[in-house]
């Protein structure tokens, strides 16, 4: 099956610092990618699209200029989390459609927590 | 707007018996409708999905799920537990023509017990 991996799994901030997540699609190409966040014992929250080549799609009530994503290859999505606060802290996952679009493959998974 | 719901936070179940996780959905025109599984601190890991065709959908490690229009339900079971399927489970759907974005529901924590 497809696999996509998320670097790093897991990181510790300050507050105020920028921390950047990549996505990458390891065996087939990702025009489109997702990114959510999910809070302890919690569900999937979408927060944006990345679209290679073109603008992330967020969705709503997410900052674009906190979450800041960039699709630079059909492998590779990154997303930055800029002057991140405590509240910042949380498991953020990837995932990109594969096997005709009809199921997405997820990312292992970034524990970000900030001090 | 599309929408899952999963009315149990918890499921409780014996090794060796019948599990069932409950689904229900609801989405303008025809669904495409998916389970995923997580463990601890991992991301999600693909089921089984309902496309089109037959409604029950056999999917890995011996799991399925019967996709029922008029109750729009997409249960998911298996006929014999074990104690390594205990993890949260998630049911998501996204509309036909509706892109790639997928709605999860809130998870069920399986708990498979001796």
């Known amino acids: 099956g497809a696999v996509v991996s998320q670097h790093p799994s897991r990181v510790i901030c300050k507050s105020g610092t920028s921390v950047k997540i990549e996505c990458r699609s390891l065996?087939?190409?990702?025009?489109?990618m997702f990114w959510y966040r999910q809070f302890p014992k919690q569900s999937l929250m979408l927060m944006a699209t990345s679209n290679e080549g073109s603008k992330a799609t967020y969705e709503q009530g997410v900052e674009k200029d906190k979450f800041l994503i960039n699709h630079a290859s059909l492998t590779l999505s990154t997303l930055t989390v800029t002057s991140a606060h405590p509240e910042d802290s949380s498991f953020y996952i990837c995932?990109?459609?594969?096997?005709?679009?009809?199921?997405?493959?997820f990312g292992p998974g970034t524990r970000l927590t900030v001090t | 707007a599309q929408s899952v719901a999963q009315p149990e936070d918890q499921v409780n179940v014996a090794e060796g018996n019948p599990l069932t996780v409950k689904c229900t959905y609801s989405?303008?025109?025809?669904?495409?409708l998916f389970w995923y599984v997580q463990y601890p601190n991992r991301g999600l890991q693909f089921l089984l999905k309902y496309i089109t065709g037959d409604n029950l959908v056999k999917g890995s490690y011996g799991f399925e799920a019967e996709f029922n229009k008029s109750q729009t339900s997409f249960h998911l079971k298996k006929p014999s537990a074990l104690v390594s399927d205990s993890a949260l489970y998630f049911c998501a759907v996204r509309a036909t023509g509706g892109g790639n974005k997928l709605t999860f529901g809130t998870g069920t924590q399986l708990k498979v017990e001796l």
């Open positions: 989405v303008s025109g025809n669904p495409y």
């Open positions: 995932s990109a459609p594969a096997g005709g679009g009809y199921e997405q493959y």
């Open positions: 065996d087939f190409q990702a025009t489109t």
